[in-house]
């Protein structure tokens, strides 16, 4: 997906090689697949990626070298994700 910025925001303006006229309102085949990839469509799939979403927060929360706030949020995510 390319994200259409006004011209102001690139250093070369309108020369730069990511500037577009015109936002692009259309997804691509490339897109479509990176979100098939990143968002599981069967149970088994949606459960894997749960089960390792809930294994790195878990390791996160209790990571001793990170501040206590962080792992005061990586904690409440857990929470967040636990079924209810």
Same mark, same amino acid.
């Given at each position: ?5 006004d011209?102001?925001?690139f ?7 990511c500037?577009?006229?015109?936002e692009?309102?259309?997804?691509s %085949?490339? #897109?479509?697949?990176?979100?098939? =990839?990143?968002?599981?469509?069967s $149970?088994?799939?949606?459960s894997a990626a749960?089960?390792?979403r ?6 996160l929360?209790k990571?001793?070298?990170? %501040?206590? #706030?962080i792992?005061?949020?990586? =904690?409440?995510?857990?929470?967040? $994700?636990?079924?209810?």
């Open positions: 997906m390319k994200y259409f910025f011209s102001w925001m250093v070369k303006g309108k020369d730069s090689p500037y577009t006229k015109a692009n309102l259309v997804i %085949p490339g #897109d479509k697949l990176g979100a098939a =990839k990143v968002y599981p469509r $149970a088994p799939a949606m749960a089960t390792v809930t294994q790195a927060l878990e390791a929360s990571e001793e070298s990170l %501040p206590a #706030d792992r005061s949020h990586f =904690k409440e995510a857990l929470k967040a $994700a636990a079924p209810r």
